[in-house]
């Protein structure tokens, strides 16, 4: 179920009206995809059918608050008490209480904002990258690319490292240790040259990080020789991630750059050189708002990093490869690209991500997000018998094949749902212009022609109202 015109308040009027429960909370767990934590935590007998709806009179957005809380599906055999403890995990051996971390990022570059995550429930944040570098930033640095309901799906910063000196983040990471001795403090550095990255890993052990890692991947930085220019040469990953391990007695890895065709090139590269394991992906090399107008001279756009659900398909990607790499069995693989949801975390888990690590979704919708994040998380996992989240690490890892393996002897056809059909000839339009012309219309409705499918699957794509589905059936080819 999809809330798409709830705008996910701060300090919700609606819930401030209720005043009995929090419906603001249910609206932003149905948003994040966890309706089965609502059916699971809702009361049967909530008072909403016989009240006079104060909320939505609250509500700045004219949500149909009542009526999509009253159609939620609840299901009083099956109610559990989510327990938290089937999210413990660990990184490189140090113990985490879920596998939820922040990723190096603007949104873990202060005390005060790694202690507000750390309370909202993220076990642990990658700081952001320290250097010995003077940052000066561009502003505006953010842009975005929108959907139809003006859902952030792309998101592009040039944003570079933390501009603290390493002693002052130093000082943050130490402060951080001893007020919250239990959450996981994962320091990314940047160096320009070995005498760079030997000095911050000396100075890092002593410094309250419980691990480090090495950024081989930045897309944005004005310094040659950096950031993702680094981690496109595996030779210079090997070489920097020795230098640490000569000075480093923490465990640390190699953030790995998407900037290249073959990352497992550079993780291996990071192995050889020492590293724990890898992270990976950074952001992706994009180019967006290009100015049109001919009459403004030179165009002012900007190379920068194009982050958010639009490029979780290529992180999966990137994190499949280095899964099915053999010399990373053993290896750590934190895995981030855009991760909004407790499902999207699940995904790169089963295909073999030990933690996973999020920036865009937290700039855009806040820290709270682990909120449902663990909830979803632990209760799939209760709901499916398992006892742990290493247990369904790498499980469908083996699913993952090239093309040229794909089994070609069957179609599957599509299902077309009569109820459902709202008559709009959708699935006619790009059958015909993009596909085989294998539906005709007849009464004003789809119907399919067997003779000419060859089980594409584009109409259940394009159709608008759900009125299309996969037949799941085999039929073997003639």
């Not at 007020?179 to 070995?194: A, C, Q, T, W």
């Not at 480090?212 to 020789?225: A, G, K, Y």
Request: some cysteine; hydrophobic content about 40%.
């Amino acid at each position: 179920m999809a809330v798409t015109n709830c705008l996910l308040c701060n300090d919700a009027k609606c819930t401030k009206a209720c005043g009995i429960f929090k419906p603001d909370k249910i609206l932003r767990s149905l948003f994040f995809d966890n309706e089965h934590v609502i059916m699971n935590n809702i009361s049967e007998n909530i008072p909403c059918t016989d009240c006079d709806a104060r909320c939505e009179k609250a509500c700045v957005a004219n949500v149909n608050i009542r009526e999509i809380i009253t159609s939620v599906r609840r299901d009083r055999t099956d109610k559990k008490k989510i327990d938290y403890d089937v999210l413990k995990t660990d990184f490189c051996g140090i113990p985490l209480e879920n596998p939820f971390l922040l990723s190096s990022s603007v949104v873990a570059s202060t005390y005060d904002m790694c202690a507000r995550a750390f309370e909202a429930g993220w076990a642990g944040a990658a700081f952001k990258t320290i250097c010995m570098m003077e940052i000066d930033e561009a502003s505006p640095r953010f842009s975005a690319i929108k959907g139809d309901n003006r859902r952030v799906i792309g998101f592009k910063n040039i944003e570079q490292l933390s501009d603290h000196t390493v002693v002052e983040n130093i000082e943050i990471f130490r402060r951080l240790k001893d007020n919250y001795p239990d959450k996981f403090i994962l320091v990314s550095l940047m160096g320009r040259n070995e005498e760079e990255w030997a000095y911050l890993a000396d100075i890092l052990n002593d410094s309250g990080a419980d691990a480090l890692e090495l950024n081989f991947s930045c897309p944005n930085m004005t310094e040659d020789n950096t950031g993702s220019d680094v981690g496109q040469i595996p030779e210079l990953v090997e070489k920097y991630c020795r230098i640490v391990k000569q000075h480093s007695k923490l465990p640390f890895i190699a953030k790995l750059t998407p900037n290249v065709t073959h990352i497992e090139e550079s993780a291996e590269a990071a192995i050889r050189g020492g590293a724990y394991g890898v992270a990976a992906i950074n952001t992706i090399k994009s180019l967006i708002e290009v100015d049109i107008n001919p009459n403004n001279g030179i165009v002012n756009a900007s190379i920068g990093g194009y982050s958010g659900k639009a490029v979780k398909p290529i992180a999966l990607r990137f994190i499949a490869e280095l899964a099915q790499d053999e010399m990373l069995d053993g290896k750590h693989i934190s895995a981030m690209g855009g991760i909004e949801t407790w499902r999207d975390a699940l995904e790169f888990i089963v295909l073999g991500a030990d933690t996973v690590q999020v920036t865009t979704a937290v700039m855009l919708y806040g820290y709270r997000i682990v909120e449902d994040m663990k909830d979803g998380l632990a209760l799939y996992l209760q709901n499916h018998g398992y006892n742990s989240v290493g247990e369904i690490r790498k499980s469908t890892i083996q699913g993952v094949v090239p093309t040229e393996q794909l089994d070609r002897s069957y179609i599957i056809y599509p299902k077309f749902l009569r109820d459902k059909c709202v008559g709009c000839q959708r699935c006619f339009i790009s059958c015909m212009d993009g596909g085989h012309q294998a539906i005709e219309i007849k009464n004003d409705r789809p119907v399919l022609k067997p003779d000419k499918c060859v089980g594409c699957h584009l109409c259940v794509l394009v159709c608008p109202s759900g009125a299309i589905v996969s037949s799941n059936i085999k039929v073997p080819k003639k």
